[in-house]
């Protein structure tokens, strides 16, 4: 099992990135996914989810109508649209496949 997370960066306030996170190792397409991240000093939280198929979507409060999930099971990448993007949401981001595990993560940080 491997999750490999790529597209993080440095992007000033109100800007946008793509974060990708590429699966192999196991079947994608009959598992949900997720995206999570963490913060200096502060504990791993839920950012996103989506389901194996791509029909349900669920995003935690800090994220709505900024962030998008979504995947493609054909190139068995899952992906997240994060616009308009603010200081505090400088983290490290990190992808889950659910019951597999994690991806390395990939820095993002937001500043002027």
């Known amino acids: 099992v491997q999750l490999v997370e790529s597209g993080g960066g440095l992007v000033q306030p109100g800007g946008s990135l793509r974060l990708s996170c590429a699966a192999s190792?196991?079947?994608?397409?009959?598992?949900?996914a997720s995206w999570y991240r963490q913060a200096p000093g502060k504990g791993r939280e839920l950012v996103a989810l989506?389901?194996?198929?791509?029909?349900?979507?669920q995003y935690a409060d800090s994220a709505k109508d900024r962030f998008t999930i979504t995947r493609d099971n054909a190139k068995n990448t899952v992906y997240l649209q994060m616009n308009s993007l603010k200081p505090e949401d400088t983290a490290v981001y990190y992808c889950?496949?659910?019951?597999?595990?994690w991806g390395q993560g990939t820095q993002v940080t937001v500043s002027a």
């Open positions: 989506i389901s194996s198929g791509g029909g349900t979507t």
């Open positions: 889950y496949a659910n019951g597999l595990g």
């Open positions: 190792g196991f079947t994608f397409n009959i598992r949900g």
